[in-house]
């Protein structure tokens, strides 16, 4: 069974930024796709962004220019870079790993 543990999130004000990680059990090299998805209160959950094996990334329109996802496969960890944050960015995050192992989620705040 494969672990996925996030960690990195915050209450930050808004304009902050946040590097939320996700940790894996096992070796991501070969993993086709690791991805971030959050949830707000009372939503349902929604696509963050992805990253392929091979580098190719992918955004949700609302994050796009502001966050940046990556890989570290020696680590077997996933980043989020999250750069100018704003209120609507309040969520629960969570890292799937082929949209079939999911971890526990971190909780991001953005408040003043």
């Known amino acids: 069974q494969v672990q996925l543990v996030e960690s990195g999130g915050d209450l930050v004000q808004p304009g902050g930024s946040l590097r939320l990680s996700c940790a894996a059990s096992?070796?991501?090299?070969?993993?086709?796709?690791m991805g971030w998805y959050r949830q707000a209160p009372g939503k349902q959950r929604e696509l963050v962004a992805t990253i392929t094996r091979g580098g190719t990334t992918n955004y949700a329109d609302s994050v796009k220019g502001r966050f940046t996802i990556s890989r570290d496969n020696a680590k077997n960890t996933v980043y989020l870079q999250m750069n100018n944050l704003k209120p609507a960015d309040t969520a629960n995050y969570y890292c799937?790993?082929?949209?079939?192992?999911w971890g526990q989620g971190t909780q991001v705040t953005v408040s003043s």
């Open positions: 096992e070796s991501i090299f070969n993993i086709a796709l």
């Open positions: 799937t790993m082929n949209h079939h192992y």
